[in-house]
């Protein structure tokens, strides 16, 4: 990867910031400017670092999003508020899911907002944006992934859910826009429509702390199961 680093001489000393990109192995330029309101102009952040890279998206295609044998992967449909969506790509960064798949009308993953809500994590998992919803679903079931909607409407909840061994399964979890959710006609693409109980007063979470919830219920069964730790797994199948 070939990379463009502009810096201040005040935000980081150069051998160490020099060592560093060695270690990772990055072909880079490093420039140091001493006009930090210029370098400041360049960034999106009332208070920025000094520091500012230009280099290539990590867009990856469909396919290679999804290859191989996926056992967790996270869908947005149309989720159009850049910090949550950076938020859910750290959070299946976390739960050790293997890709993220953003569709068409969801918020850019490489826009300012999102990298920074993704807290590096958009560079850690394979990232997809700009797929067609169908597509995703469809090419999702081919890799042997149940697609598991999240909703209010749902007819199961999670603890219903993972009592029937529905989250021990590969799983494709799709989260919808953050002000109407999933629309019905979304909801039927999915094979099971899974609500998060709220067990206190507040009317519902927001997406990313739902995709939060949803993806660790699976990725806990998913390893439980794994692991052979779960004495009802036979029971399951």
Known sequence: MNVQIIATKSCC?????????????????????EDEPALAALSETITPQGLVAVCRLLNVPL????????????????????GNAGTVIRCADAAGADAVVLTRGSADPHGGKSVRASAGSVFHLPVCADADLETTIGMAREHGLSVLAADGAGHLDLDEAEATGL?????????????????AATRELADEVVRVPIYGRAESLNLATAAAV????????????????????????
Do not use: K, M
């Open 13 to 33: 000393h150069r051998p160490n910031l020099e060592r560093e990109l060695q270690a990772l192995g990055v072909a880079y330029r490093l420039v140091f400017v």
């Open 63 to 82: 396919d290679a999003a999804l290859a191989g044998t996926p056992r967790l992967v996270a869908i947005l449909a149309e989720a159009r508020d850049p």
């Open 167 to 183: 989250l021990a399964r590969p799983a494709a979890w799709l989260f919808g826009n953050e002000a109407h959710g999933l629309p």
């Open 214 to 237: 949803c993806l660790y219920a699976s990725a806990r069964e998913q390893r439980r199961v794994h692991a052979g730790t779960d004495p009802d797994r036979h029971l399951r199948r």
